[in-house]
């Protein structure tokens, strides 16, 4: 993320153990390790209200276990579970050069080429 050192300071959806995210440079520590990101809306609908989609819909849990737990479970058509790692992956085609003054979006096939490459497949995932 920009070159610098961020740390995201968040919790679990499920029991509100605190959920911390430090990354520096291509290190990305998790603390718990077995945290998830939950993505509860379709990448066709993430930009429709980006607002709620990244505080509302785009949560952590601390394990697997208690995202099953959770009443915000959706069926897996229309919601995902990401590490950390892999939701820093999804974004290198979007946000390096994010900023920049020629900065032109990824297509949609350079879009569906990449979350292929991260095995990234099925309904979910199709734009």
């Known amino acids: 993320m920009l070159n610098r050192d961020i740390r995201v300071e968040s919790f679990c959806h ?3 153990t605190p959920v911390t995210v430090d990354i520096h440079g291509t290190n990305i520590d998790v603390e718990p390790k077995e945290a ?4 509860a809306l379709r990448p066709t609908q993430w930009w429709t209200d980006i607002v709620t989609t990244c505080s509302n819909t785009m949560v952590f849990f601390a394990s697997p276990e208690h995202r099953d737990a959770s009443d915000l479970c959706a069926p897996p058509s229309s919601a995902v579970s990401l590490t950390p790692q892999q939701i820093d992956t999804l974004s290198e085609p979007i946000y390096p050069r994010k900023f920049a003054l020629d ?13 292929a490459s991260m095995g990234l497949t099925g309904e979910y995932w199709r734009l």
Do not use: D, I, N, Q
């Not at 998830?36 to 993505?39: A, E, F, K, P, R």
């Open 103 to 115: 900065y032109a979006r990824p297509s949609r096939e350079e879009l569906l080429e990449h979350f």
């Open 14 to 16: 499920h029991c509100a």
């Open 36 to 39: 998830l990101v939950y993505l």
